[in-house]
């Protein structure tokens, strides 16, 4: 019923060409996704997990073949719905931001593709068909974050983009085709034959892989290497702030809000066969792998994210903090609680950058936090919703989203039985993420105006800040969907009925962690906010920027950060993402330079030697048929046709052409059969002559 | 009763006489003419053996004798159709005029 119409929507967004056909795609497949989340909603409470699934055989090979499916669970309702809400916020958004744009329509087209791929991503039933849909969204983020092509960061963010996160894929396209080594399916639920059902679990559990793993650990690994690629974990996060260079809805809708949950998404898939197996003291191995990669990412974004000074690009170092968040909280807590932050953050995430874009809007494609300032009283709602976004990513108590999902992820984190390593992480990620949060909105709209004094700064137009406001209001409103009082989140997608949870400790966990925000906050406010930042008094005035995102230009004129006078070293450090960038420039990149040499090398000389021996074997071979062809072939011919030639010449004259001729040959033949008939009957005897 | 050497004499000298005609008249129509006399030559010596052979009552080479005829009267006709039609463009039967078989 659903899975139908979306197909039709997959297939449509290459003919949509214009805005609003691109918006009223988007708007019937959220109407689309709303009605799937009532149906789920009221299949919901039959005490089975609700699951509507619908399978079809793709490609037939002989004895097997490979099965596709669309698939509806609470998961993937409710990934649906965010996705087409958040999408058809941020298309609104994109026709005031784009509006100058004259690549508006290819914008759209690759917005309207993205999402139709997101959705197949959303309600696959089939890893394979997942992982078509998953290239799909890859492919249009490149397109997307190049979309500036002609600026030569953005090329290079892209590609990238694309690099990194096919390392991943790779990861996840041998866990694909392992898994369907070992079960012969790759559907997740098909009625006890899925991969993700116990049947199959089984089968893996009982295969042993290298390393004294099981085949489910190192296939969940595996996958989770792809997950990691998407949503920018530890190793290869590279890509995600270069990222920024695409326009800003795009980082906003790709890079934020869908396509880096796509990874959580991923893990939340086969989340059972993370967490079949053996437990290592509470946990399997495959989710103690996430959970630490996870927490190790929650603070080295938050970290990078203090000495950042691009706008985005602060946003972009939050997001890699709050994916590993996700990753965190799917691993101790669960599905629920990984996702529940999943829900919340792309909402505020969005709503985040989306604030940005207007403030980039308005102060004239200015990205530097250094050069804005006091933006509070000229962009008055872009100033209210960024501070409610704002307060919902520090987790401000009580009030916002931010705060009870990831309040549920350091709770679960705390009473992991493995370890609490990842817990201490988050608790400092969160206090860093208050810090960097504060500091940012105090460099943007405290203080006074620091850009060059001709620039205009004027509020963003009504398509950019309405969808501003309704986001606020989900950042704020989607908090109640999961508070301990009234589990609704939870319950709905584990199918089970809602019931309050009261655990001890609780309460004083939450307190705790309401502190450390405000605690960073207050750090924040007291370093940044208390007086206002005044720009160098030796700076000239018409400092024009002309790359975006790019390192500071010119670090004697730039206004120095407090913390950077406090200690330099670590500032420069964490303005350098820890060197992450250049410790693959000098290790992977280096030896995939000098692979490319040896490949070359070995192109040119042997294997290039090789072909020329052995075409000038052939060559000499073909010289030899041909001289064979000539002499011996071609002159049997020859006197086989002079012969018929001959013979031909014979019997033409024979065919005079003249009855008389013919009937006097006629008689001679007669009489000499007549002779011949007489000569034998002598012969034999039975002629007396 | 005539004896059967009669027969085979007369016939043998028919059918000579046809030969000769055949081979050696220019005239189309003198060949058919030539031609229909070996035919009935042959006839002769059917119905001659069949009269002095072991069966004289099964009728045998008198059914042969008529299918000959048959066969002669259709060749005839249309030897003779052939012969006026080539008359009708070449005013001439003349056999060593007619060339045209030559490819």
Redesign the interface.
Known sequence: MLSSGLIALLKQPKRKTSASLAIGGIFCSLLLACTSLFRVLSLWGFGSPTREVYSFNWIDLGATHLQLGWMLDPLAAIMLVMVTFVGLLIFIYSTGYMAHDENFTRFFCFLSLFAGGMLGVLIANSLLLLFMCWEIVGLTSYLLIGFWYHKPSAAAAAKKAFLTTRVGDIFFLLGIVWLYAQTGTLLFYNNGAGAMEPAALATLLSQPAAWGLTAATAIGLLIFAGAAGKSGQLPLHVWLPDAMEGPTPVSALIHAATMVAAGVYLVARVYPLMSAGDSVGGSTVSLTVVAWVGALTAVFGALVAVAQNDIKRILAYSTVSQLGYMMVGLAVGGVAVGMFHLITHAFFKALLFLGAGSVIHGCHEEQDIRRMGGLRKPMRATFVTYAMGMLALSGFPLFFSGFWSKDAIIGAAHNWPVSKGPFVLLIVGALLTAFYMMRQVSYVFFGHWRGPSHTHVHESPMAMTLPLSILALFAIALGALGTPAWPWFTSFIESRPVTPESEPGMIALMVGSSLLVLFGLGIGWWLYGRRPIEKPAHAPEHHHVSEHGDEPIDEHNELKDILETVSPTVWRVLAHRLYWDELYAATVLKWYAALAWLADWLDRRVWGGIVAAVSSGFNGLGLANKSVDAQWIDGAFDKGCEELVTGGGVLAWL??????GY??LL?IGVLALAILALAVGAATGQVRL | MTPLAAFLIVAALVFAIGLAIALTRRNAILVLIGIELMLNAANLNLIAFWRFGTHPEALTGMMFAIFSIAVAAAEAAVGLGLAIAYHRHKKTTDLDAMTRMKG
Not at chain 1, 655 to 660: E, I, V, W
């Open positions: 065919q005079t052409g003249r009855a008389p009937l006097r008689g």
